[in-house]
């Protein structure tokens, strides 16, 4: 039987989001097992592999670990960066000395 490998990370919000909302759940995500091919006719890229499009969304971090472990997959957790909040003030914006 071979091993299966999985990603677990928390998603980064995207630059169309203005809130964090979707951004707290975790994602679990297969390994591509097989490579990509290109189709010789049309040129499309394609795969034998139908798990690389499976994404699986947990509640915790926990709660995807125990899928991978009751499901025998090795994972590998990523943990995700801080947030670095810079405090900014918006009569900054128009000071004397600013620099551009």
């Not at 071979?2 to 677990?8: D, E, P, S």
Request: charged share 25%; with cysteine.
């Amino acid at each position: 039987m071979r091993m299966t490998n999985v990603h677990i990370y928390r998603p980064s919000k995207t630059a169309m989001q203005s809130g964090r909302a979707k951004a707290r759940t975790w994602v679990l995500e297969y390994d591509p097992s097989a490579p990509k091919v290109i189709d010789p006719l049309m040129g499309w890229v394609g795969s034998s592999n139908t798990q690389t499009q499976v994404r699986l969304r947990f509640s915790s971090r926990e709660a995807a670990i125990a899928y991978a472990e009751r499901n025998g997959l090795t994972y590998e957790c990523h943990e995700p960066l801080g947030r670095r909040v810079r405090p900014k003030s918006y009569a900054d914006n128009f000071a004397f000395d600013r620099r551009v």
